[in-house]
């Protein structure tokens, strides 16, 4: 299989909604049912062999980590699975780290880094840090399984520091749509109807305002789609098992008839295939970067405070030339 990596600048539709009241969390996800699922993939021989799209994704987290040029005595990995995110960074950047997860068996199978670290078993909805406590928060591809996401950022925002950093990347909302339609049209085909089968996710139209509410500023929000390229749709679904993303929303469908399952996949190769008879698999990520407010931070200026106006714009051609008319008989 290979991976592509393109960057995209547009917003799309996506499959989750949050409710902007309190005290309006979803439960959509079986939280232990996600736990099990961790721990069965974790405990494969060759689980190293599924890590591919969190090695990915872990690296561009660690990236934007270096973009901030600030040494963190302190930081927090939120849902860190083997540690994905951990092995690109440094001492110098990081300099002691909590890891967290809600799978054992992850954390006992970590990355060796060589930062010291600390492991604690949690779920990533329920923090068990004290405020004020972090100088930098990061997390990647955790977020899209929390039933409570508004929530865990607000448990995010309160654990660290003012002036702290949260780093994070999740799944959005246009992912896996190439097995979503398939399995879709083979249900409707065989069975006369569909249930769904992709778990729902998070709309990157969402994500600024969800940062938001939860007291961050200074946002930013940007996306990229990796394409990851397999044999079929069989190999597809093998391999979201073997990463401990398969499917664990409450309303899901336990079983799929083999007929079906045999005329998705061959839809998935019509639709999809390329000339060398792959199928791709596409991974829409949403990465984001928000700050806890500190008094030292740049704010925006007051409102009607600014001394050139928009309209002003339209001259701009004139007053350049004005201006170099000026200069010249200087």
């Known amino acids: 299989m290979n991976i592509s990596v393109r960057s995209l600048r547009c917003l799309s539709r996506g499959w989750r909604c949050f409710s902007s009241r309190q005290g309006g969390a979803m439960n959509v996800f079986d939280r232990s049912m996600k736990r099990r699922q961790k721990e069965w993939a974790s405990a494969l021989l060759d689980s190293d062999k599924y890590d591919y799209l969190r090695d990915e994704v872990g690296s561009r987290v660690a990236d934007r980590v270096y973009d901030v040029s600030r040494t963190f005595p302190l930081a927090l990995d939120v849902g860190c699975g083997k540690s994905h995110i951990v092995e690109h960074l440094s001492k110098e950047v990081v300099e002691r780290l909590f890891l967290t997860d809600i799978s054992d068996s992850s954390l006992r199978n970590r990355r060796e880094c060589e930062i010291p670290t600390h492991c604690v078993l949690a779920d990533e909805e329920f923090l068990p840090f004290k405020e004020n406590t972090f100088d930098l928060v990061f997390s990647s591809l955790s977020l899209h399984w929390i039933n409570d996401l508004p929530g865990a950022l607000r448990q995010i925002q309160q654990v660290l520091k003012p002036d702290g950093v949260f780093i994070g990347a999740m799944v959005g909302g246009e992912s896996l749509y190439e097995l979503r339609c398939s399995l879709q049209l083979a249900e409707l085909e065989r069975e006369g109807g569909f249930a769904p089968h992709i778990s729902p996710y998070t709309a990157v139209t969402d994500l600024g305002n969800l940062l938001g509410q939860a007291g961050f500023n200074m946002l930013t929000v940007d996306i990229d789609e990796v394409q990851v390229h397999y044999p079929g749709m069989l190999e597809v679904m093998r391999d979201l098992q073997g990463m401990g993303e398969s499917n664990c929303a409450w309303n899901r469908k336990s079983l799929l008839q083999r007929d079906t399952i045999l005329a998705a996949a061959a839809i998935y190769k019509e639709m999809y ?50 201006h170099q008319k000026t200069n010249d008989k200087s």
């Open 273 to 322: 295939g390329s000339e060398d008879g792959s199928v791709p698999a596409t991974f829409q990520i949403l990465y984001m970067i928000g700050w806890k407010p500190h008094d030292s931070q740049a704010k925006p200026a007051k409102r009607g405070s600014a001394n050139v106006s928009f309209a002003d714009l339209t001259k701009i051609g004139k007053l350049t030339t004005d």
